[in-house]
């Protein structure tokens, strides 16, 4: 994997996975309490589950991006029709780009390793890893993040 330095390897992301879309969920349901009411959003578990689905499944296309290179399968898999799918469904966009923003913080956190435990608390986990400079991978990871908050706005 000649694209990625000695710090990072390929599937930190996964190793993150479920904390990074479980927090990102959680957090648009902290910012709006109107999520989990009777009527919103993630009301029911099914909803709730769906959305941590979709969150997943975001996450995976981000990741596989990341380890080719190429963001033609994000494109063409995962948002090929989202923005249109979650109209349809009634999804409110304005919460769902904030989970991605909030996916992408977390997830350029652990690339660049300026997660902290005042910013985690009890779900702090360093990463051990050789040290070294991936402010290139995370720009790239950010972008990829960008092009999903684009097309879902």
């Given at each position: 994997?000649?694209?990625?330095?000695?710090?990072?390897?390929?599937?930190?992301l996964r190793r993150y996975a479920s904390c990074i879309v479980t927090d990102a969920i959680a957090g648009i349901c902290c910012e709006s309490p109107g999520?989990?009411?009777p009527g919103g959003g993630v009301y029911t578990n099914r909803k709730m589950a769906a959305c941590l689905r979709d969150?997943?499944?975001?996450?995976?296309y981000v990741t596989y991006a990341l380890l080719t290179g190429d963001p033609s399968t994000l494109k063409d898999r995962?948002?090929?029709g989202l923005k249109e799918t979650y109209s349809a469904l009634g999804v409110p966009t304005?919460?769902?780009t904030r989970a991605v923003a909030i996916m992408k913080a977390c997830a350029v956190a652990h690339i660049t390793d300026t997660n902290t435990e005042a910013q985690a608390g009890s779900?702090?986990?360093?990463?051990s890893f050789t040290e070294g400079d991936c402010s290139n991978l995370a720009a790239e990871c950010a972008s990829y993040f960008d092009e999903v908050i684009a097309t879902i706005s």
């Open positions: 994997w000649p694209k990625f330095s000695q710090r990072v390897t390929p599937g930190f999520l989990t009411e969150g997943e499944i975001i996450l995976r995962c948002l090929n304005g919460n769902t779900k702090y986990n360093k990463m």
